[in-house]
């Protein structure tokens, strides 16, 4: 698998993989009938450094975003965002991407890292704590879940230095 920062032509190639995971309302708390032209913003905005995850035959698997999750004083703690397409579950991309999106943050000096409305039911919530996540509160009932109900979202942080 190859993972590489993404250019503007990759959109079309991410988008079938985010409007899945987005429609479906399990796992994002972003509106399902997000437009394609707003999704692209918010995936792909200029603050934001996104990266795609290809298989073998270059397919597009899963893409993810390192972006500051502050302004200011505290522009040194990064946020980001990930999707592994549904159908490639399983594989070890997720832990790929995260293992390259926190040394990309790393890198660029950020000192850490959070995640402010982690689906409490989301399996990646185990991917997190196995990748050193601490879960530092939980909005109670914050998000609806279209099987489990009203479920907590939690804000999950890690160090980087």
Known sequence: MLIREAVADDWRRIWPIWHRIVAAAETYAWDPDTSQEAARALWMGPAKRVYVAEDPGGAVVGSAYLT?????????????????????????????????????????????MVFNAVVETNPAVKLWTSLGFRIIGTVPEAFEHPRHGRVGLHIMYKSLH
């Open 68 to 112: 500051p999750n502050y302004g200011g004083p505290a522009a040194a703690v990064a946020g980001a965002g990930f999707m592994v397409d549904p159908d490639q579950g399983g594989r070890g991309i997720g832990r790929a991407l995260a293992e390259h999106v926190l040394a990309a943050a790393r890198a660029a000096g950020y000192r850490a």
